[in-house]
Nanobody, 124 residues
Framework: AVQVVESGGGSVKAGGPLTLSCASA????????MAWFRQAPGKGREGIAA???????GYADSVKGRFTVSKDNAKNPLYLQMNNLKPEDTAVYYC??????????????????WGKGTLVTVSS
């Protein structure tokens, strides 16, 4: 099994930055995808950023240009640097780990292991 734990959520004013971290441990996949998802109140879960073990990245249009996903190496945490935050970015943010399969998609069914989420609240 793989344990996934997010941290770094909090409250921030619109336009401000916030960085989330995700630590994963256990029987991680050798060729893996890791991704950030979010779920806003009353809405479904949305995939927003993904990265594979070769550090190729992909983003949802809703965050492209504002959010950056990074992972320095296999041992370091996964990060999500969020800039120019908007009230509509308010959500519970989840980190997920799964096997690499041609691409790292933003579809939740590619990911087997999930953290419990961390809340980000953006006020206007």
């Amino acid at each position: 099994a793989v344990q996934v734990v997010e941290s770094g959520g909090g409250s921030v004013k619109a336009g401000g930055p916030l960085t989330l971290s995700c630590a994963s441990a256990g029987d991680t996949y050798r060729n893996y995808c890791m991704a950030w998802f979010r779920q806003a109140p009353g809405k479904g879960r949305e995939g927003i950023a993904a990265i594979n073990n070769k550090y190729a990245k992909g983003y949802a249009d809703s965050v492209k240009g504002r959010f950056t996903v990074s992972k320095d190496n296999a041992k370091n945490p996964l990060y999500l640097q969020m800039n120019n935050l908007k009230p509509e970015d308010t959500a519970v943010y989840y980190c997920a780990h799964g096997p690499f399969d041609r691409i790292c998609s933003l579809a939740s069914n590619q990911y087997n292991y999930w953290g419990k989420g961390t809340l980000v609240t953006v006020s206007s």
